[in-house]
């Protein structure tokens, strides 16, 4: 672990064009915090207001003065810019300075690297950097070489990058041939859900909006939870028994973050199949948050992209014991929680319960009473709302609801 004093030191950069002042504020603060869990310390800002980014060197030629004069002054070791820059930007930045230079990307998948956890998880990263690094290669000579380590470094490393484009090839596509073998058990587990018809739920929202509180509230699942950014990155199913009896799945995702990389989103494609096939969304928003709105927005266009917008969703406003004065919720159906607040727990997993039965068809079945395990199996695998004792018959009445596809909708039910 790097201490303190090996901290290196940073300037942010950011170009204002058309965002509003706080959008703009807000994005470079989210920036500093990347910074800060990458392991690095901010010692200075540059900003500048442009109706475009300059398309040589991002920012203007007096601009690009000062950024010389501040990384000299504040003796900084990298330059983060907040936004992309395009293989040429980050060359003729560089023939004025003498560190690193990278942007958000870089520093997203930086921190990705250090997240990672799984084999899995490790190969989507170095898959992701790989492929944003391979067209970035030609002349970027001498800010390879000052890519000696720290910041933009972790995962593939420097003499992977500085190694020739068939070899970072070749290992693009051993990459993707170990991701299909994982995919192809996690497609095997997923059928096999499918198939018992189990209800699955999947968690969604901002990076550090409490998903893994959340989860380890529900389930006990003991998943690293801390206040940083992408503080969770391998994907968790864990079971989940309701209060009722029924048994579902609960999945945990990695954070959206704003302008979250392509290359990721590319990269996580197995990990996020995981919820896209879920019946039902846990939107975790961060009630607290000063940008609240912004994230929302980042989650629900990514949901978009990802062709998983259908999902029935279900908001959970968390944090509520942090929120200062009325809150005003904007996305339906919603609660407004604290995942730290059992009570809370309790009412969140009332409302699972009303929206799966929103979500799933009615049934009602004749149980004989020497099927003892059909019964549990009912209590376990659908929505118990009544079981009634008949003499005349000696069975039980079983009403509730099932998942459209469950075996329970099939020739045993009742017309």
């Not at 170009?15 to 010692?43: I, P």
């Not at 070791?77 to 907040?82: L, P, R």
């Not at 972790?154 to 190694?163: S, Y």
């Amino acid at each position: 672990m790097e201490t303190k004093k090996e901290q290196e030191k940073a300037v942010l950069v950011g170009v204002q064009t058309t965002e509003t002042d706080s959008d703009f504020a807000y994005s470079l603060n989210e920036l500093s915090l990347l910074t800060e869990t990458a392991l690095g310390k901010v010692v200075g800002e540059l900003t500048q207001k442009r109706e475009r980014f300059d398309p040589r060197t991002f920012l203007g030629k007096g601009k690009l003065e000062e950024l010389s004069h501040l990384i000299e002054e504040t003796e900084a070791d990298v330059v983060i810019f907040n936004h992309a820059l395009t293989p040429g930007q980050t060359r003729n930045i560089q023939e004025v300075s003498d560190v690193k230079i990278i942007d958000r990307i870089q520093l997203i998948l930086d921190i990705f690297a250090m997240r990672a956890r799984s084999k899995e998880g490790k190969l989507q990263v170095e898959l992701a950097q790989l492929q944003y690094m391979l067209p970035r290669l030609a002349g970027q000579g001498i800010n390879l070489s000052r890519l000696g380590g720290g910041i933009g470094t972790r995962g593939p490393g420097e003499t992977k990058l500085e190694t020739d484009r068939r070899h970072i090839r070749n290992q693009i596509s051993d990459i993707k041939r170990a991701l299909k073998d994982t995919e192809k058990h996690r497609e095997r587990n997923r059928i096999h859900r499918r198939e018992s018809g189990v209800f699955q739920i999947g968690l969604m929202g901002y990076t550090n909006a409490g998903k893994s509180t959340l989860l380890n509230a529900l389930t006990q699942a003991k998943t690293f939870e801390e206040n940083q950014l992408f503080a969770t990155l391998d994907p968790l199913t864990r079971k989940l028994v309701l209060p009722i009896g029924t048994t579902v799945t609960l999945t945990d995702t990695v954070g959206f973050i704003q302008d979250l990389p392509t290359e990721l989103i590319e990269a996580f494609q197995s990990t996020l199949e995981e919820t896209r096939g879920v019946d039902l969304l846990l939107h975790v928003v961060d009630a607290s948050a000063e940008n609240m709105a912004g994230h929302e927005r980042t989650v629900i266009e990514l949901l978009k992209k990802l062709e998983m917008d259908h999902i029935p969703m279900l908001t959970v406003y968390n944090k509520k014991d942090l929120v200062d004065g009325l809150f005003f919720p904007s996305l339906y159906p919603n609660l407004l929680i604290s995942a730290k607040d059992p009570a809370d727990i309790e009412i969140l997993l009332e409302e699972i319960t009303n929206q799966m039965q929103e979500i799933m068809v009615p049934y009602q079945i004749e149980v004989g009473v020497e099927e003892g395990q059909k019964l549990v199996q009912l209590k376990q695998e659908t929505l118990v709302t009544a079981e009634t004792y008949e003499e005349e018959t000696n069975r039980y009445l079983v009403k509730g609801y099932a998942k459209k596809e469950s075996k329970w909708n099939g020739e045993n039910q009742l017309k």
